[in-house]
């Protein structure tokens, strides 16, 4: 055999040895798909007893409008409605020229409601979720984040990407965003991710997540340490972070698509991680429903804590209840319980899974494959749960399914 034959065959050889990784991890996202589907015929919906109505949502959602982004309201919606989300609240980023957050989506579109907020930067680097957003926004870059902070007078400001944030100390934000997609898919590998994408794009686009995500542990930790250090209540939420920019275009001189491959439609960017939040549904005990869904039932939810964060890419987990009884309270997440004599803690999740109860962001009590958790606690302290599906194939299943926000024991 001539050499050069000889080399061509060897680096056939290596090239054939080098994809065997991608399409082994293809191999795993087909059972990881196929086990997802097995869990969902598992799935169980039971009558929620306290009378919560739940609505699921997402938040951090960009446009063109305020750059960084070339996605339209018309896509937004649509992918709402495909996800059937009941809420979207838009974060655009502020525009010297116009009012963004004026601008964007606001009200009942197509049956969801949107909130208009704004992603905005003080002079410090500091990011903040303003909800509702404002005119003033546009300004905030040339201000410390505590003058950021203190001109809000009403609404829901949270802590974007707190690995970056650094004026822990100040006050007037509500919460912070403890999960992030955009910052969990930094991490990747660019050359791995292309090659997962040669083998594994056309049929698994969204599980591709899974090779990525990854418990954010340093977010948790710092929040826990922050609702312990400063004595009040923080709200966790989850960013989407979702601005439908990756990929690839060719487009004709209107703009027409002619041929591109886009990776992060608002479509598939709706579907990895959601918002979940409850409401007390005070006419529950006639048997009717409250009527409407507004802005301000939505924001008082979250900023009360009335809500849970879900991975529902892995499974649908509308039906995560997390409660604290006494002889004369039922309370929910995010609400404050005076301990008296004990506080019985209740876990409800509608799959059998594994629950990890935290107390001030320790383990202390974890139950497997169980659909339910009952813990009697006569300690203060901030409780929180998170649950995982053991039962899928790793690393997913080594990940958190739903993180609950904590119910505060005083």
Sequence with gaps: MKRWKKISLVVCCLLLLSQAPFAYRRYRLGRLHAA???????????PDPDGLLEFKGVVHVHSSLGGHSNGNFSAIIAAAQANQLNFVVMTEHPAKEFDTA????KGEHGGVLFLNGNETSSADGDRLLLLPGDSAAAGDSRSPTQAVLSRRTSGLALVAYPEEFKNWDATGYQGLEVYNVYTNARQINPLVMFFDGLWSY????ELLFAN????????????DDLIKQKGQRLVATAGNDAHANIGVSLNDSSGKTLLGLQLDPYERSFRLVRLHVLVKDVASLNGLSVASFDERILLEAIAA??????????????GFR????????????????????QVN????VPLAARIVLLKDGAPIQESNATSFMEYLTRERGSYRVEVYLPQLPGPVGLQP???SNPIYVK
């Design 305 to 318: 804590g009335h809500c849970f964060i879900g991975f529902d890419l892995f499974g649908d987990t509308t």
């Design 345 to 348: 803690l209740h876990v409800n």
């Design 401 to 403: 399914w739903i993180i």
């Design 102 to 105: 004026a601008m964007t989506l």
């Design 212 to 223: 990525f995500y990854r418990r954010p542990a340093d977010n948790l930790k710092r929040w």
């Design 36 to 46: 997802i589907q097995q869990l969902a015929a598992q799935r169980t919906a039971s």
């Design 322 to 341: 997390f409660t604290a009884r006494d002889a004369n309270e039922n309370l929910q997440m995010g609400d404050e319980i005076k301990l008296e004599d």
């Design 202 to 205: 056309r049929s698994y686009p």
